[in-house]
């Protein structure tokens, strides 16, 4: 079973649309959670980081549960610009590493 | 953006020669890392650095090593490349500030075609 897991998608939407991704990582000892963006052919970059009691940030909105070891991302209002891989990435109780999910995949369509 | 590069940005190179990669940081960073992306794989994590001098192993290490002489560079070679190692490489960076969440920033990557 991998570290962390998500669901590669692709998730096609509307533009408009709310859509939801899902992740779940196996270490229950991990200390934190982070959404990384990634746009073809470059760099990931972070998007948000993901707090205990849950954070938003504009269209973003972002979930812990740590009962059940899964984090969320909802974004509403889909824009065309909001087509990317979206990578679920959690950090390790030591702290000094970082493990990736294979990353969703969104396409908002006009 | 954070100051991270890397070079060569793409190579190309025949099966068995070496090859190194450097990542250079500006922001003096204490933790380094060499990721390798695949197509059905993600991210991995092929090694990191926690200090000059100090490296260690991720998940995906065997055919590579690794050097930090200086905070601000860390070097990735291939020893003899194989055409397996055919990938995306990115190079991160992260302060260990981090109580939590302290983001890793990325350079661009490299591409690396093994023939």
């Known amino acids: 079973r991998k570290e962390v897991e998500q669901d590669p998608g692709p998730f096609n939407v509307p533009e408009g649309a709310t859509v939801a991704f899902n992740c779940t990582y196996s270490?229950?000892?991990?200390?934190?959670f982070f959404w990384y963006r990634q746009d073809c052919r470059k760099e990931p970059k972070l998007l948000m980081s993901?707090?205990?009691s849950g954070n938003e940030d504009g269209r973003f909105t972002a979930q812990l549960n740590r009962a059940s070891q899964y984090i969320s991302l909802l974004i509403r209002d889909s824009k065309l610009s909001d087509s990317a891989t979206y990578l679920c990435?959690?950090?390790?109780?030591?702290?000094?590493?970082?493990?990736f999910g294979g990353g969703t995949r969104l396409m908002v369509k006009p | 953006d954070a100051g991270i590069t890397q070079s060569p940005r793409h190579k190309v190179t025949e099966t068995g020669t070496p090859v190194t990669l450097r990542c250079h940081q500006t922001?003096?960073?204490?933790?380094m890392y060499w990721y390798r992306q695949d197509p059905g794989h993600g991210l991995r994590l092929i090694h990191y650095s926690y200090g000059v001098k100090d490296t260690d192993k991720g998940e995906v290490s065997d055919g590579y090593s690794v050097s930090r002489s200086k905070t601000e560079d860390f070097l990735l070679t291939l020893e003899s490349a194989t055409s397996s190692q055919t990938s995306v490489y990115f190079c991160?960076?992260?302060?260990?500030?981090?109580?939590?969440?302290?983001?890793?920033?990325f350079g661009q990557g490299t591409r690396l075609t093994v023939v």
């Open positions: 991160a960076i992260s302060d260990d500030r981090g109580r939590g969440n302290t983001e890793a920033f």
């Open positions: 993901v707090y205990s």
């Open positions: 990435v959690v950090r390790n109780n030591a702290g000094n590493m970082l493990t």
């Open positions: 922001e003096n960073h204490r933790y």
């Open positions: 270490n229950s000892a991990s200390q934190s």
